[in-house]
């Protein structure tokens, strides 16, 4: 099975918008929303000062923790390594939101559902790129199967050195002409402590808890059950 | 022969304790349309987003109703309430002690009791507490854009934790009330206002006692006058 991904040379991005515009376009979102976002950095000071860019988007994430609190089901992860959103069956709860650790979940207030970066699966299941590829006049942007050693995306990513995002789909090339900090880049995926309190601790001993609350009910019923008809038995036998 | 009834609980006492208890069950029931797999699959989408409007809807009365219902309609009995709750003495505890043995029907002597029993002093503590922290986490979701992410990260989990654990404490206080041979008689207090004289004297014995006192003294200042 594959495992798409993206490759993001930040050599050759210039902080243009052009993939966020495209793809707000191409996903028909509010002016607020970005499924693809750009943030310039400085670095150093006066007078040796340089700046770039660093894009940020979902990561889709090997173990999403955003597929993990829905409630619904209408986020999944795909066997290619998508994650997508059934937007159909999002109830907007945007329990997602505070789990995803890159902050990239969007609410759409109008639709009342939250959205995020899908890889265009409509046009890249049908072998097109994604919107944000396409688009980009620097030729910034790469898709392809993180698995396959042959692919274009796996060529580049040994050939520019790049930094895979451990636990994500993503990686990136550091800026060349200057000593990249990694802090600039997502760090690697790791589940937030709030999503393992949730799911792992919370709702087993809560669910425990009224178990047990129940299971006490029903002895107590069985027994003051029986002892009344014990009760009433031996009277009649007097 | 009826039996002599005494009034326990007036009608803004009981509406303070319905209007929380029934904007309780919605809220656990909406609410756990989210928590339980099996009862969100059935309710499919349509259905959740029905569930997830009503438990927003339902946020309002329950913060709000039951504490204007007792505060306006009975503030004298909402303090000796609440004075109540917070004065444990040896009895409570050993109520508390002894209650597991009563609970599944072994023989046991309880100690006296005022208008409240242990158990329905812990249950009301519970309650009060239960229901701050509900609304608390709660209506941090309900804003949550006017919130740190990090803050709405964590009221998750806690909303989570309160609910499944006042979950636990109604199962208890619904079968106590309704099943539950040795408190049964409570409900009619809950709903009718007025509990039987026995009933009183055989399990709020310090209650009964004060009544009896205070009858007498009124009546004895009525002769007097």
Same mark, same amino acid.
């Given at each position: 099975m594959a495992r798409l991904g993206m490759l993001i040379d930040l050599n050759r991005c210039? $902080? !243009?918008?052009g993939c966020s515009v495209a793809c707000q376009a191409e996903w028909e979102?509010?002016?607020?929303?970005?499924?693809t976002r750009v943030h310039r950095y400085e670095v150093g000071s006066f007078p040796k000062v340089r700046g770039g860019v660093v894009l940020t988007q979902?990561?889709?994430?090997?173990?999403p923790p955003c597929a993990r609190v829905c409630p619904t089901g209408a986020t999944q992860k795909r066997p290619d390594g998508l994650v997508i959103v059934d937007e159909k069956k999002?109830? $907007? !709860?945007?329990?997602c939101e505070s789990a995803c650790p890159y902050g990239a979940r969007s609410f759409n207030r109008e639709r009342s559902i939250v959205q995020k970066c899908y890889f265009c699966y409509h046009r890249t299941d049908k072998g097109k790129k994604p919107a944000c590829v396409e688009t980009c006049m620097a030729g910034a942007r790469f898709f392809g199967?993180?698995?396959?050693?042959?692919s274009e995306i796996n060529k580049l990513i040994r050939a520019r050195k790049a930094i895979r995002i451990a636990g994500t789909g993503l990686a990136y090339v550091p800026p060349r002409n200057w000593p990249m900090d990694r802090s600039l880049l997502p760090p690697d995926f790791k589940e937030p402590g709030t999503v393992r309190v949730w799911q792992d601790l919370v709702r087993p001993a809560g669910k425990a808890a009224m178990g047990l609350a129940a299971a006490a009910v029903v002895t107590s019923l069985l027994i003051n059950t029986f002892n009344k008809g014990g009760g009433h038995r031996a009277g009649k036998e007097d | 022969m009826q039996e002599k009834r005494i009034e326990r609980f007036n009608l803004a006492e009981r509406l303070g304790h319905w209007s929380h208890g029934i904007t309780f069950v919605v809220l656990l029931v909406t609410g756990s349309a989210l928590v339980f797999r099996g009862f969100s699959t059935l309710l499919g989408p349509e259905g959740l987003k029905v569930t997830r409007t009503l438990h927003h809807f339902f946020a309002y009365p329950f913060t709000f109703l039951t504490v204007l219902i007792l505060l306006i309609g009975t503030p004298r009995s909402v303090y000796q309430w609440l004075k109540e709750c917070f004065t444990w003495s040896r009895e409570d505890w050993q109520f508390l002690r002894l209650f597991p043995r009563q609970f599944f029907g072994l023989p046991a002597k309880m100690p006296e009791q005022g208008k409240f029993n242990a158990g329905e002093k812990l249950n009301s503590l519970l309650t009060i507490f239960g229901s701050l922290w509900m609304m608390g986490t709660g209506w941090i979701l309900l804003f949550?854009?006017?919130?740190d992410a990090q803050v709405v990260a964590w009221a998750h989990p806690l909303h989570s934790a309160g609910a499944l654990l006042m979950g636990a404490v109604l199962v208890g206080h619904v079968y106590l009330a309704l099943c539950h041979p040795e408190c049964r008689e409570a409900i009619k207090g809950m709903v009718w206002g007025s509990v039987s004289e026995t009933f009183a004297r055989e399990h709020h014995l310090r209650w009964y006692r004060e009544l009896k006192e205070r009858a007498k003294a009124t009546s004895s200042e009525k002769r007097v006058a």
């Amino acid at each position: 099975m594959a495992r798409l991904g993206m490759l993001i040379d930040l050599n050759r991005c210039v $902080g !243009c918008h052009g993939c966020s515009v495209a793809c707000q376009a191409e996903w028909e979102l509010l002016p607020e929303q970005h499924f693809t976002r750009v943030h310039r950095y400085e670095v150093g000071s006066f007078p040796k000062v340089r700046g770039g860019v660093v894009l940020t988007q979902c990561m889709h994430c090997d173990d999403p923790p955003c597929a993990r609190v829905c409630p619904t089901g209408a986020t999944q992860k795909r066997p290619d390594g998508l994650v997508i959103v059934d937007e159909k069956k999002c109830i $907007g !709860c945007r329990y997602c939101e505070s789990a995803c650790p890159y902050g990239a979940r969007s609410f759409n207030r109008e639709r009342s559902i939250v959205q995020k970066c899908y890889f265009c699966y409509h046009r890249t299941d049908k072998g097109k790129k994604p919107a944000c590829v396409e688009t980009c006049m620097a030729g910034a942007r790469f898709f392809g199967d993180l698995e396959d050693p042959g692919s274009e995306i796996n060529k580049l990513i040994r050939a520019r050195k790049a930094i895979r995002i451990a636990g994500t789909g993503l990686a990136y090339v550091p800026p060349r002409n200057w000593p990249m900090d990694r802090s600039l880049l997502p760090p690697d995926f790791k589940e937030p402590g709030t999503v393992r309190v949730w799911q792992d601790l919370v709702r087993p001993a809560g669910k425990a808890a009224m178990g047990l609350a129940a299971a006490a009910v029903v002895t107590s019923l069985l027994i003051n059950t029986f002892n009344k008809g014990g009760g009433h038995r031996a009277g009649k036998e007097d | 022969m009826q039996e002599k009834r005494i009034e326990r609980f007036n009608l803004a006492e009981r509406l303070g304790h319905w209007s929380h208890g029934i904007t309780f069950v919605v809220l656990l029931v909406t609410g756990s349309a989210l928590v339980f797999r099996g009862f969100s699959t059935l309710l499919g989408p349509e259905g959740l987003k029905v569930t997830r409007t009503l438990h927003h809807f339902f946020a309002y009365p329950f913060t709000f109703l039951t504490v204007l219902i007792l505060l306006i309609g009975t503030p004298r009995s909402v303090y000796q309430w609440l004075k109540e709750c917070f004065t444990w003495s040896r009895e409570d505890w050993q109520f508390l002690r002894l209650f597991p043995r009563q609970f599944f029907g072994l023989p046991a002597k309880m100690p006296e009791q005022g208008k409240f029993n242990a158990g329905e002093k812990l249950n009301s503590l519970l309650t009060i507490f239960g229901s701050l922290w509900m609304m608390g986490t709660g209506w941090i979701l309900l804003f949550r854009d006017r919130f740190d992410a990090q803050v709405v990260a964590w009221a998750h989990p806690l909303h989570s934790a309160g609910a499944l654990l006042m979950g636990a404490v109604l199962v208890g206080h619904v079968y106590l009330a309704l099943c539950h041979p040795e408190c049964r008689e409570a409900i009619k207090g809950m709903v009718w206002g007025s509990v039987s004289e026995t009933f009183a004297r055989e399990h709020h014995l310090r209650w009964y006692r004060e009544l009896k006192e205070r009858a007498k003294a009124t009546s004895s200042e009525k002769r007097v006058a």
